[in-house]
């Protein structure tokens, strides 16, 4: 200190402000650092109702005292896929991943060049295919998803998604994902939230890269599933799909779907359409502490906008129902400043 006075000439109470301020200016500093704003957990969020409806839900569960407080063992999120986790439109993605195996499995399959759905699909016109309603599309699903192993039909969807890319957008599919959506499963993941994936999609579809992508693992995925078998190949047992549907992770199948494998009824949950009505409103029914949300498409420059009368994410009963109810609708136009992450 002796050396700090002498270093120059100082009135004796300036002195004594010069040792003040360096015998604090670390405390002053921790002090500062604590008063700083945390880093924002959703910087793709607009300031609005939406993003303060979520934090406040979250700041309530996670803060121990509260009315509201839930433990971490029971924060359970679910998230519908298409058109809530990543893009939908102008068709789903498994429906492309389908319509690319049709191809490649035709010249097996000399009898689809007059077999419907095949032969319309084979010719390039898909509205025509996909006219059987979902008893064409499931017909081709169980054509090109089945009489395979369960490690086989994985290494086709991996290969197929680390390349296939959206037809509008050029962009892989695994970069049609919503960054704001991903910045929330990252929010709720940091306070012990357990986030699932409750699709209609095919599970085995989904399980291969919803990790890399969402950071969900495959056994937090729940989806629409096919029939197997345990057979015995060259000494070696495998799981063999079978062309049969077991059960369709939509609608009502998704509450019963939570129950099936997660065994808790969630605190959150998040979809787009009214295929995840159900799951919303079995959510709400817990009680106390309860959060739905649904991503309204209204973004026509940046994404796609639609919702009534859609034959793609329909929103419907579900967007009544929330207004009703006092659920957060998210509108992708008004709420998030950006919908993909930047490009790879």
């Known amino acids: ?126 509205k025509a295919a996909l006219a059987g309603g979902e008893r064409g599309l499931l017909e081709m699903i169980m054509a090109t998803h089945a009489g395979m192993t369960t490690e086989e039909f994985e290494g086709i969807v991996k290969e197929w998604i680390a390349t296939a890319k959206h037809p509008v957008t050029k962009r892989p599919y695994t970069q049609m994902v919503y960054q704001p ?46 029939r197997m078998k345990l057979e015995m190949r060259d000494g070696r047992p495998v799981i063999v799909r079978l062309p049969e549907a077991e059960f369709v992770d939509d609608k009502a199948g998704k509450p019963i779907g939570i129950q099936r494998h997660i065994g808790r009824r969630p605190i959150a ?9 159900q799951m919303l409103q079995w959510t709400a029914a817990g009680g106390a502490s309860r959060f739905c949300l649904l991503v309204h498409h209204t973004d026509a420059a940046r994404e796609w906008a639609y919702d009534r009368t859609s034959s793609i994410g329909k929103l419907d009963k579900a967007l009544d129902e929330a207004r009703a109810r006092g659920w957060t609708v998210v509108s992708m136009l008004e709420d998030w400043k950006t919908i993909y992450p930047a490009a790879k």
């Open 1 to 126: 200190m002796d050396t700090l006075l002498r270093a120059r000439p100082v009135a004796p109470l300036a002195a004594l402000a010069l040792m003040a301020a360096t015998l604090l200016s670390p405390l002053a500093h921790a002090q500062s650092a604590a008063s700083a704003p945390a880093t924002d957990p959703l910087p793709s969020w607009y300031e609005g109702a939406s993003k303060r409806a979520i934090v406040a839900f979250v700041e309530k569960v996670t803060r121990p005292g509260d009315a509201g407080f839930v433990p971490a063992a029971e924060r359970i999120a679910v998230f519908d896929n298409d058109g809530t986790l990543w893009a939908e439109q102008p068709m789903y993605t498994q429906l492309a991943f389908v319509l690319d195996r049709v191809k490649v499995l035709a010249p097996q399959h000399p009898e689809w060049k007059t077999q419907e759905p095949f032969a319309s699909l084979l010719k390039g016109d898909v």
């Open 181 to 226: 959506m991903l910045e929330l499963l990252a929010y709720l993941r940091a306070h012990d939230f357990k986030t699932y994936v409750v699709s209609g999609g095919g599970v085995e579809f989904m399980r291969p890269w919803t990790e890399a992508v969402y950071g969900i693992p495959p056994e937090q995925v729940v989806g629409s599933t096919i």
């Open 269 to 277: 949950a998040f979809g787009n359409s009214d295929g995840d009505l």
